[in-house]
């Protein structure tokens, strides 16, 4: 398995592999070139061919949407790998070869050779130069092996360094030949440094990740991922497989990433379009539901009872509440005529609708449609035509109809409903009764409430409400696709926000049982899927990491048994790295030191603390020349960053230092969650100083006293 370095090499075979490799790079990069040349051509006269300004506008978007997923980053490696598919027939190996993408035989690319990148380059033939790495052929690169080879005789993985080719690595999967994880090319790119944004994983996919990637559009899945397993690159990389294989299904339906704050989604934000994609929304669940300013805060224990599930019953009750039983006729004049509706018909009229279990605002319109349409069939009767279409809405618009409508089928608001019902306590009694207490019922009600829903001053669970209201009220446009990452700590309420988004569309749930840290987090993921409305979603473990070193990862482990939850323990691969566990005497001094220390190694610094502690090391920092970001600037030029605690989920830094474990336990109710959660964000190092004594877990279980660091 030949593995071949930049410079002298004394192989002059493998010196002209690595040309050809690099010629081969230097092609492609300049196909890519031209296919964005011909984009941007054809955007610049799109207008001239446009049929009208709809046409127009439409082929615009279009075209402007194909250049900028043609766009091409010199540091980032345009293909990662190679297939050269055995020859059964006898023939040679072809390069360049015509690639059928929807092929699945591995009979049918005998002799092929195909290139795997991020994208799809073809030469000025059309013929591929690069294969995408979500063709189905591209799926071999990441299922063979020495004992299923799928027909590949070789697989050679490629090593870069700022986009430029400097080394091969082969696996004769043929001869039984596989490295496997002893691969130095795939070992080096999952341990790279990493500076900025979160990066695409499609160089490093493994099998029972790539499984979860190439689910079907149809099926909802839930990862239960250890830190360090990779599963919020298998839900962005899903994403980025659905989009390819159901590309106009999706971009009409459109797909959702939410995320558990702006920090993260910032963090994550370059992954999809590094592979091209570059129409996907993201979003907080805060933001999904944003329809009124939060402009207060409650207490936890009132935010806990709005964020329960039993909300959903007594707003349901709320809205049902509102229908009424008609109580006389319908009289309408029109001109000469008078038309009556009796009493019966209302009623009949009335409960059906009902019965329909229609969205309430198409409710009140159905009973109004049909009203309306006993009145027709009377004038018709007596007139023996057709009203006209004006006739029609001046009777729905006509007083008595609409007194009608007003007494049975009231109009409602969504922000109405929820003011009315946190207005009222005899009110909220009569809805909530057998689901809240009195104690929990004087919780919910406002002391003092504003006169009219717009001068209220709304909280974040208020608009947790006011969306469930909403939902009640009128159907809710849905995505095709939702990644819900970190949604271990989505309550139900939140989980219901999401379902109304994806009641047509499959789910992606990403999370980790063990890492949540909201006073509603989830213990199991079948009532969380449940309350997505997607009972039947399979739940997969992750376990095996290859990000955060195992000396890191053990440690982390020492909480687990204090946290609650039913997760298999971490493990992970990767045996090199450090952890050092240092009681000191000056915490702003020596994390000072250890951040000094830490720029000495190449990659980003994340310098965690509790919420309340890290203005006060930004300065110390700052005063010590050692320039800092915040958790929010993920692209910022300083390599070190200070994050509160509370933010750091979902992140991660090559070195991280951890200040005062025991502040962050004490600032929140689930502190020990939110430990795990900080100590598991090292992907090389973890430094922890502490002044106070170490939580129980930590300080009871086997932990060094000064640096202990594996090299791999």
């Not at 007596?382 to 009777?395: F, G, N, V």
Request: contains cysteine; charged residues 25%.
């Amino acid at each position: 398995m030949p593995a071949l370095d930049l410079g002298p090499h004394p192989d002059t075979h493998l010196d002209a592999d690595l040309a050809a490799e690099r010629a081969h790079l230097a092609t492609s990069r300049a196909a890519l070139g031209r296919m964005r040349e011909r984009a941007e051509s054809l955007f610049a006269t799109g207008d001239q061919v446009a049929g009208d300004a709809y046409a127009a506008e439409t082929l615009g978007r279009t075209l402007a949407r194909r250049v900028a997923e043609l766009a091409d980053d010199p540091t980032t490696p345009l293909f990662f790998g190679r297939l050269d598919f055995g020859d059964t027939t006898g023939g040679s190996t072809t390069d360049s070869a015509p690639a059928d993408d929807g092929a699945e035989a591995s009979g049918d690319h005998d002799g092929r050779r195909y290139h795997v990148g991020r994208r799809h380059v073809t030469d000025e033939r059309g013929e591929p130069l690069v294969l995408d790495w979500r063709a189905p052929v591209s799926r071999s690169f990441y299922r063979a092996s020495a004992r299923d080879p799928q027909g590949v005789a070789v697989r050679r993985r490629f090593g870069f360094s700022n986009g430029v080719l400097t080394s091969f690595e082969d696996e004769r999967l043929d001869r039984g030949e596989e490295l496997g994880t002893t691969s130095r090319i795939l070992t080096a790119e999952i341990e790279r440094p990493r500076v900025g944004p979160m990066r695409d994983i499609v160089a490093t996919i493994q099998p029972e990740q790539d499984e979860l990637v190439r689910a079907d559009l149809a099926d909802s899945i839930c990862v239960q991922g250890a830190p360090g397993t990779g599963k919020t690159a298998v839900g962005l990389h899903r994403a980025a497989y659905l989009l390819y294989l159901h590309r106009e299904r999706l971009r009409r339906a459109g797909v959702l990433i939410v995320g558990p704050n702006r920090a993260f989604l910032s963090y994550i934000a370059a992954v999809l379009p590094a592979l091209g994609e570059v129409e996907v929304e993201q979003a907080t669940v805060e933001e999904l539901i944003s329809r009124v300013e939060v402009r207060a805060v409650e207490p936890p224990t009132v935010a806990a009872l709005k964020h329960d599930v039993r909300m959903a019953d007594v707003l349901r009750r709320a809205v049902q509440a509102q229908i009424g039983t008609p109580t006389e006729p319908i009289t309408v004049s029109d001109g000469s005529f008078r038309w009556r509706i009796g009493l019966e018909p209302l009623h009949r009229i009335v409960d059906e609708t009902r019965g329909e279990g229609l969205p309430y605002s198409t409710g009140r319109e159905r009973v109004r449609a049909r009203v309306v349409s006993l009145l027709q069939r009377q004038a018709e009767a007596r007139r023996a035509e057709s009203p006209s279409d004006a006739w029609l809405r001046r009777m729905s618009r006509c007083r008595p109809v609409i007194e009608f409508l007003d007494a049975v089928w009231p109009a409602l608001t969504p922000e109405g409903l929820v003011h009315g019902l946190l207005s009222d306590p005899a009110r909220l009694a009569t809805v909530a009764d057998g689901l809240f207490s009195d104690t929990e019922q004087a919780l919910l009600c406002w002391a003092k409430p504003a006169r009219t829903p717009k001068a209220t001053r709304w909280t974040a669970a208020d608009a947790l409400l006011i969306d469930e209201a909403a939902g009640l009220l009128e159907r809710s446009s849905g995505f095709g696709h939702v990644v819900v990452d970190e949604a271990q700590d989505l309550s139900p309420m939140q989980c219901r926000a999401i379902a109304r988004r994806s009641e047509h569309g499959s789910v992606t749930l990403l999370g980790d049982l063990a890492q949540g840290t909201a006073p509603w987090a989830a213990r199991d993921w079948r009532e969380s899927l449940v309350h997505l409305g997607k009972p039947d979603a399979v739940v997969v473990p992750l376990t095996v990491g290859f990000r955060v070193p195992a000396a890191v990862v053990a440690f982390a482990n020492l909480l687990l048994p204090a946290l609650a939850v039913d997760v298999p323990p971490a493990e992970s691969l990767r045996h090199d790295g450090g952890l050092d566990v240092r009681t000191v005497t000056d915490l702003t001094a020596a994390t000072v030191a250890e951040v000094r220390a830490a720029l000495a190694h190449d990659g980003s610094v994340g310098v965690i603390a509790a919420d309340d502690a890290v203005d006060g090391l930004r300065a110390a920092l700052a005063d010590a020349g050692v320039a800092t970001a915040t958790a929010d600037d993920v692209a910022a030029a300083e390599r070190v960053t200070v994050v509160p605690a509370t933010l750091v989920k979902g992140l991660e830094y090559d070195h991280v230092v951890v200040v005062e474990p025991a502040a962050i336990v004490a600032a929140e109710p689930r502190g020990l969650h939110r430990l795990y959660v900080v100590l598991t964000r090292a992907v090389s190092r973890l430094a922890v100083l502490h002044q106070e004594p170490l939580p129980a877990p930590l300080s009871n279980g086997s932990v060094p006293t000064g640096p202990a660091t594996a090299e791999g």
